[in-house]
């Protein structure tokens, strides 16, 4: 279990991380979700003593970073930051930090393997492509089989295999009853990884709920409506608590009321309905919906209402 309390980190006048209070439990898989900027990585710094806190602590398993034991069995993490040395072989590399934190060798050829990294293990680091290299940094961070697992963009330049692994591994280790926080920028690819989902933006908790509970009610669901009567449709359904949107010439896209009153106005009003599509929010969109004000880069243009 990882417990953050009160946790804020400032660079110079930039605040990275503001008051945050989040419990990462273990025994499932803890999506870490946020726009570029929000504070993903330096949180993750801080859980594993790289970084110190400006105020606030830092509890993994009841203990701080600089105060476990023995480190590296208690945390494995994968950070954007960490390399290995590109002439040492991914073989030698992992020797020399089993060695150095006193881990049996038989766990160097147990992490190669799991990362599927032993018919390479005996080339150099400084050949890898960017999936080896991202593979070699899981194997690293698995390697004093650690009960908190901290990664930081594991599926970042991996392929499809790659990414498939990465929920096969991040949901095995959380059903091994582990503690398992994984960033990422994927949403898709959390809808189906995480169990639970922690967002930030700017530096502050937006979110922190079961996947399927932040799938629900961020965005909530909508309703596609195609007629060759849209304008007059729109007039017809605005009303307190309706949300209308236009985003292209005889699409109306609603919230706030089903499909089924949709319908029963329009044919009332005797509108033709080419569609009438019920739709879930996705992921993407739910976590758009979240951070629409906290982002700290921002391309969208503002969308038109129908009028
Ligand atoms: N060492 C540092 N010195 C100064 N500012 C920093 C440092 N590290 C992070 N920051 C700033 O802190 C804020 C949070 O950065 P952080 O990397 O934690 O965000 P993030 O959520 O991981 O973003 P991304 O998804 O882009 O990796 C940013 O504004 C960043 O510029």
């Known amino acids: 279990m990882i417990e953050i309390r009160g946790l ?45 806190p400006t105020a606030g602590t830092v509890l993994v398993d009841g203990r701080r970073y600089a105060d476990l034991p023995a480190p590296l069995r208690a945390v494995g993490a994968l950070l954007e930051a960490r390399s290995a040395h590109p002439g040492r072989t991914a073989r030698d590399h992992l020797r020399l930090l089993a060695a150095t934190a006193g881990l049996p060798r038989s766990r160097v050829d147990a992490v190669l393997d799991l990362a599927g990294l032993t018919a390479v293990a005996d080339r150099r680091v400084g050949v890898f492509s960017l999936g080896m290299g991202q593979r070699l940094g899981v194997a690293t961070a698995l390697l004093g089989d650690p009960a908190t697992v901290v990664l930081d963009e594991p599926v970042n330049g991996l392929d499809p295999d790659g990414v498939l692994w990465i929920r096969t591994l991040t949901r095995r280790l959380a059903a091994e009853g582990r503690t398992v926080l994984v960033s990422s920028h994927l949403m898709s690819e959390m809808a189906v990884t995480a169990d639970h989902l922690v967002v930030l933006g700017r530096g502050r908790l937006v979110a922190d709920a079961p996947t399927d509970d932040v799938l629900r009610q961020a965005g909530g669901s909508s309703v596609r409506v195609r007629s060759p009567r849209a304008v007059e449709l729109v007039d017809l359904l605005a009303g307190e608590g309706v ?65």
Request: glycine share 10%.
């Open 8 to 52: 804020t980190k400032r660079y110079g006048d930039r605040t990275a991380v503001d008051d945050l209070t989040v419990t990462i439990r273990s025994g499932r898989v803890t999506g870490f979700l946020g726009p570029n900027g929000a504070g993903k990585s330096t949180t993750m710094r801080v859980v594993v003593g790289l970084d110190r």
């Open 243 to 307: 949300v209308l949107d236009s985003p292209e010439r005889g699409l109306v896209e609603v919230r706030g009321l089903p499909a089924a009153e949709i319908g029963d106005r329009a044919a009332r009003a005797g509108i033709a309905l080419h569609e009438l599509t019920p739709v879930s929010a996705s992921l993407e969109e739910a976590f758009m919906d979240l951070t629409r004000d906290e982002r700290e880069y921002r391309t969208d243009a503002p969308q038109e209402v129908l009028a």
